[in-house]
C-alpha cells in the first residue's frame, strides 16, 4: 500500500493550496480516505475524510472553508483549502485503513504566513 501526497507550500494567509494524494495497493473505490495534520508541538488531528460513497465529514475548524473530493477511476483524493490562516499550518497526511493496517502517506509541509 503506498499513499503518496503531494501539493503542500507556503502561502500567505488569504491564499490557498489543493492537496492530492495518489493511493495504490488497494481497492480504492471502497476504501475511506482521510486527511489529518500535525501542528508543530500538537498531536495529529483529523482534518477531513470522506466514505467510499462520497459522506464527508470535516474538522469543525475547517468545515465551510476545506473541501475533500476523491476520485475513484484514478485512484485519487483531494483537499481544497481555500481562505487558509496561519492555524491551518502544519504536516498533511493522507491516511486509510486496508486489511486491518493504518497506512499513512509521507506528508505534505503547509505553511501559511500571517
Known amino acids: 500500500v503506498q499513499l503518496q501526497a503531494s501539493g503542500g507550500g507556503l502561502v500567505q494567509a488569504g491564499g490557498s493550496l489543493r492537496l492530492s494524494c495518489k493511493a495504490s495497493?488497494?481497492?480504492?473505490?471502497?476504501?475511506?480516505m482521510a486527511w489529518y495534520r500535525q501542528a508543530p508541538g500538537k498531536q495529529r488531528e483529523l482534518v477531513a475524510s470522506?466514505?467510499?460513497?462520497?459522506?464527508?465529514n470535516y474538522a469543525g475548524s475547517v468545515e465551510g472553508r476545506f473541501t475533500i473530493s476523491r476520485d475513484n477511476v484514478k485512484n485519487m483524493v483531494y483537499l481544497q483549502m481555500p481562505s487558509l490562516k496561519p492555524e491551518d499550518t502544519g504536516i498533511y497526511y493522507c491516511?486509510?485503513?486496508?486489511?486491518?493496517?493504518?497506512?499513512w502517506g509521507q506528508g505534505t509541509q503547509v505553511t501559511v504566513s500571517s
Open positions: 470522506i466514505t467510499s460513497s462520497g459522506g464527508e
Open positions: 495497493g488497494i481497492n480504492f473505490r471502497i476504501n475511506r
Open positions: 491516511q486509510t485503513i486496508w486489511g486491518g493496517d493504518n497506512y
